[in-house]
């Protein structure tokens, strides 16, 4: 049985993984791995951080996520998040994929938790992974050419090495609700993009090829109506109209494409993710809302 180790704050916590040989989701886990990654919190669910992950795998003996108790680690596919569970969630409909269990006691992991709850948006949160006893692995080189499908391929690489410099350049802007405005639409955009693309690579014989052209075509000009044009954050523009010209030539295989543009979106929704503060911004909207419950906000939250 493999060890996974997360390790945050000066600290290193031990998650058993299952035992589940030719796990995709397992497989591609350990591939990635070292990494670090930034933590997020949950918006809706509640009681669990969990990070993005360039996993891209279907649901393996798909659990409800209500069912899993504290201390449980698992992969959500239809975002590409890994999560650990601290408390009794709160709601949302999900499937998930076990992988695992976080070893010793989950106290520190709330305390952590509501901590990271409060401070998103003003506090970087990371942590590295890596499993227990592993050699390092190698950081595979950057796409040198410079097509449309090697342009797609270094930008969700470079993207997953660091924050692009475009997302910094947005949050500097000012003017009317800017930059708040453009961050919550570019979030919210790149997640649409992302989360619309996995329907399609996921269920690949759900619709012929032509009509999945024209769902992922769809997809991409609708993001960029609001990602370049709105946000302005051109260089994600730039890689979304590569990947039309590519849909529109079929020179790559729509299934690889949709794979990297899955992830590069992904990735690119939690860049943005991590700037906004979601705890302050909902007690802004509870007070406008004239909630009762403003002084006393629930430990769920």
Not at 46 to 55: E, F, K, L, V
Not at 178 to 206: C, H, K, N
Not at 241 to 268: F, K, N, W
Not at 283 to 297: F, I, M, V, Y
Request: hydrophobic share 40%.
């Amino acid at each position: 049985m493999r060890t996974l180790i997360f390790a945050c704050e000066g600290q290193e916590h031990e998650i058993e993984l299952v035992d589940r040989p030719g796990s995709p989701t397992l497989d591609q886990l350990t591939a990635w791995l070292p990494a670090s990654v930034t933590i997020h919190c949950a918006k809706i669910a509640g009681c669990h951080i969990y990070w993005p992950s360039p996993i891209l795998a279907g649901l393996e003996e798909g659990t409800n996520i209500h069912q899993l108790p504290p201390g449980s680690f698992l992969y959500y596919p239809d975002r590409q998040y890994l999560e650990i569970i601290y408390d009794e969630l709160q709601a949302e409909t999900a499937a998930v994929t076990y992988l695992g269990r976080l070893n010793g006691g989950i106290g520190w992991l709330r305390t952590y938790a509501e901590r990271q709850r409060r401070e998103a948006g003003s506090k970087l949160f990371a942590a590295d992974l890596r499993l227990k006893d592993a050699p390092p692995s190698i950081t595979p080189p950057l796409p040198g050419a410079d097509t449309p499908w090697d342009r797609i391929r270094r930008a969700r690489q470079l993207a997953w090495q660091e924050e692009p410099a475009e997302i910094d350049r947005m949050l500097a802007n000012t003017g009317h609700n800017i930059p708040f405005g453009p961050m919550a639409t570019a979030d919210g955009y790149f997640r649409f993009v992302q989360e619309s693309l996995w329907q399609i690579w996921s269920q690949p014989g759900l619709y012929d090829d032509a009509a999945r052209r024209a769902i992922a075509l769809n997809t991409l000009h609708l993001g960029i109506s609001r990602i370049g044009h709105y946000c302005h954050l051109s260089q994600s523009e730039a890689v979304l109209q590569d990947a039309i010209a590519l849909i529109e030539t079929g020179d790559v295989p729509l299934q690889e494409l949709l794979a990297e543009l899955i992830l590069y979106c992904s990735r690119m929704s939690n860049w943005v993710d991590i700037h906004i503060p979601w705890f302050a911004a909902n007690e802004l909207t509870k007070r406008a809302l004239g909630r009762s419950d403003l002084l006393q906000p629930s430990r769920t939250q």
